[in-house]
T-cell receptor, first 111, second 113 residues
Framework: QKEVEQNSGPLSVPEGAIASLNCTYS??????FFWYRQYSGKSPELIMF????GDKEDGRFTAQLNKASQYVSLLIRDSQPSDSATYLC???????????FGTGTRLLVSP | DAGVIQSPRHEVTEMGQEVTLRCKPI?????LFWYRQTMMRGLELLIY????????DSGMPEDRFSAKMPNASFSTLKIQPSEPRDSAVYFC???FGTGQRAFFGQGTRLTVV
């Protein structure tokens, strides 16, 4: 079992809709979580991080963390075609100081 | 700052040859990570350094892989001998402190034929 699991998708949503991306993790020692966006042929870039249970909002993006359920999500409001990319969820165990990535979910936003 | 710089961007080599990938982290960052990305396995951590010291190399697939960080501004990942299954995109990333965002280089696309 991978430490961080994501549905590979693709997740298809129409322009303007809310895209919901989900991630589960197995290591209860994981303390912080990161969402990276990766366009095809490019490197991952950080878009959100979250340390505490609950919601964290940044513009059109909201990250949600539920440590009891070991569940992380990313909501993208008013989805745009430019949001079409692969979204990588990553967890960090502060004891080991390293990021462990899921395999990513491909998001397709249609005009 | 120019960000994390990797070279070469693309490398095509024959099976059995030695391959060296290079990385220059962001100045001031004390953590450096080497990742490998494939369609099947996603982004896998190979090894990471803290203050130039290797901390965890449990992700290095086998003895054919080695990594060094002789100083704070340079790291190499070497594969010797290379095999076709090593074909992947190799990313280097750096961060400042623990639990902080990692910045990725543009990657090296390695093809072993």
């Amino acid at each position: 079992q991978k430490e961080v699991e994501q549905n590979s998708g693709p997740l298809s949503v129409p322009e303007g809709a809310i895209a919901s991306l989900n991630c589960t993790y197995s290591d209860r020692g994981s303390q912080s979580f990161f969402w990276y966006r990766q366009y095809s042929g490019k490197s991952p870039e950080l878009i959100m991080f979250i340390y505490s249970n609950g919601d964290k909002e940044d513009g059109r993006f909201t990250a949600q963390l539920n440590k009891a359920s070991q569940y992380v999500s990313l909501l993208i409001r008013d989805s745009q075609p430019s949001d079409s990319a692969t979204y990588l969820c990553a967890g960090m165990n502060t004891g080991f100081q390293k990021l462990v990535f899921g395999t990513g979910t491909r998001l397709l936003v249609s005009p | 700052d120019a960000g994390v710089i990797q070279s070469p961007r693309h490398e095509v080599t024959e099976m059995g040859q030695e391959v060296t990938l290079r990385c220059k982290p962001i100045s001031g960052h004390d953590y450096l990570f080497w990742y490998r990305q494939t369609m099947m396995r996603g982004l896998e951590l190979l090894i990471y350094f803290n203050n130039n010291v290797p901390i965890d190399d449990s992700g290095m697939p086998e003895d054919r892989f080695s990594a060094k960080m002789p100083n704070a501004s340079f790291s190499t990942l070497k594969i010797q001998p290379s095999e076709p299954r090593d074909s992947a995109v190799y990313f280097c990333a750096s961060s400042f402190g623990t639990g902080q965002r990692a910045f990725f280089g543009q990657g090296t696309r390695l093809t072993v034929v």
